[in-house]
């Protein structure tokens, strides 16, 4: 975040990673949301993006790079800014994302090193997406078994929704602190959010909401090296009262996930209200204490 003139400064973050679905134009929709997301996060309005991709020219036919550049920069249309350039090499594997700059006032600014003991936790999306993706990558390429991976709609519609009208709602009314989730997962995210505000955090799993069929599939050993990671890292940082699977789902690393945000007592019902008003999803999944730097998942 840097300060240009006045009252007015930019944000400005990059991301891009592999293809986690098997249409080029959805990769290219959801990477782009993934790489906005930071920048609702902050409270920022998007007003530029430029592409970063790597594609392999000898192996793939360049319509399929078309695709996902096509994917990306709709979504980002969608946002409401363009996709004014950006840079592609040749790499052996395919790999898409943005980086993209927003615009906020200095005043509106939102941080993940803000959040005061005694809000509430506020979630905008259900996690678990990189179970699924696990599942899917793993199923579907044994060819005697097609018919049992997971069936990813659901998961890809909110993988390619954009945080803007959850962020919309975030800012018009204020809140604490606010991250989005994203490869460290829900408590890695979370914990980041604590040691910055030095805060501490109760989480309810019961209450965080779960995409359909990730139960399911953590159950049958599907597990992405991300979570996975995220769960030896967390772990001595969590005092964990649930089954090793919820804690394992709570650190699922999520793809374009929600954002979680820290609301204050006095502005939760308007917040709730809102969300309510348009439609738009959410869930409170805990609160903040003050007991610095840690998490306590209950049921």
């Known amino acids: 975040m840097l300060r240009i003139s006045g009252d007015q400064a930019i944000a400005q973050t990059v991301d891009f990673f592999t293809p986690i679905v098997d249409d080029p134009y959805l990769f290219g929709s ?5 790489s906005i997301s930071d920048i609702y996060a902050m409270g920022a309005t998007p007003i530029l ?4 991709a790597e594609f392999p020219t000898d192996v793939l036919p360049l319509e399929v790079l078309q695709e996902i550049l096509r994917g990306g920069a709709e979504k980002a249309a969608e946002a409401g800014f363009p996709v004014a350039g950006g840079h592609t090499i040749i790499d052996d594997i ?15 600014i939102v941080r993940n090193s803000t959040a005061k003991a005694g809000d509430t936790l506020i979630l905008t999306k259900p996690i678990g997406n990189g179970i699924l993706v696990s599942a899917y990558r793993g199923l579907s390429r044994r060819t005697l078994r097609r018919s049992d991976p997971p069936n990813m709609d659901e998961a ?3 993988m390619t929704m954009l945080n803007r009208d959850a962020a919309r709602v975030m800012t018009e009314i204020g809140v604490n602190a606010a991250t989005d989730i994203t490869g460290y997962g829900l408590i890695g995210h979370l914990l980041e959010v604590c040691v910055g505000s030095r805060v501490g955090a109760e989480v309810s799993a019961s209450a965080v909401p779960v995409l359909k069929g990730a139960r399911e599939y953590l159950a049958r050993g599907f597990r992405p090296a991300g979570t996975l990671r995220n769960e030896e890292s967390f772990r001595s940082r969590v005092d964990v009262r649930v089954d090793e699977s919820e804690f394992t789902l709570m650190c699922d690393a999520q793809t374009s996930g929600g954002l979680l ?3 204050p007592p006095e502005k939760l019902a308007a917040i709730e209200q809102r969300f309510r008003q348009g439609g738009l ?3 409170t999944i805990g609160k903040v204490t003050a007991r610095s730097g840690a998490i306590t998942l209950i049921r």
């Open 30 to 34: 959801i990477a782009a949301a993934n």
């Open 49 to 52: 993006g430029l592409a970063i």
């Open 94 to 108: 395919p790999k898409y994302g943005l980086a993209v700059t927003g615009v906020v006032s200095v005043d509106k």
């Open 156 to 158: 890809i519609r909110w």
């Open 261 to 263: 945000m820290s609301v």
């Open 281 to 283: 999803f959410y869930a």
